[in-house]
């Protein structure tokens, strides 16, 4: 069973950063594609980085230069590096896996395991 676990969330000052991680278990096949998606209070879930097979990236305009996703495939763990954190970035932050392999995913529908996500809170 694959479970997707997410860690290092937390309260940080506009300008700051902060680092999630995901640990997966349970997915033998480490060339899937992975992402990051977000939701704030109120809003619906929104895509913020993804990263393919072949570890070719694409992020969201709204973190363009100031998120970098990135994969360790021996640790199977997938991170997101926040720096330049804004007030707009609050939300609560999921990861998730596809079965597919190939360039990144972007939408919801592509993805076929999710974590409980970890909450990120930025003040301004």
């Known amino acids: 069973q694959v479970q997707l676990v997410e860690s290092g969330g937390g309260s940080v000052q506009a300008g700051g950063s902060l680092r999630v991680s995901c640990a997966v278990s349970?997915?033998?096949?480490?060339?899937?594609?992975m992402g990051w998606f977000r939701q704030a209070p109120g809003k619906g879930r929104e895509w913020v980085a993804g990263?393919?097979?072949?570890?070719?990236?694409t992020y969201a305009d709204s973190v363009k230069g100031r998120f970098t996703i990135s994969k360790d495939n021996a640790k199977n763990t997938l991170s997101l590096q926040m720096n330049s954190l804004k007030p707009e970035d609050t939300a609560m932050y999921y990861c998730?896996?596809?079965?597919?392999?190939?360039?990144?995913?972007?939408?919801?529908?592509?993805?076929?395991?999710w974590g409980h996500g970890t909450q990120v809170t930025v003040s301004s």
């Open positions: 998730a896996a596809s079965r597919s392999l190939g360039v990144p995913r972007l939408r919801a529908v592509e993805f076929d395991y």
């Open positions: 349970g997915y033998t096949d480490r060339s899937y594609c």
């Open positions: 990263i393919g097979s072949e570890r070719g990236t």
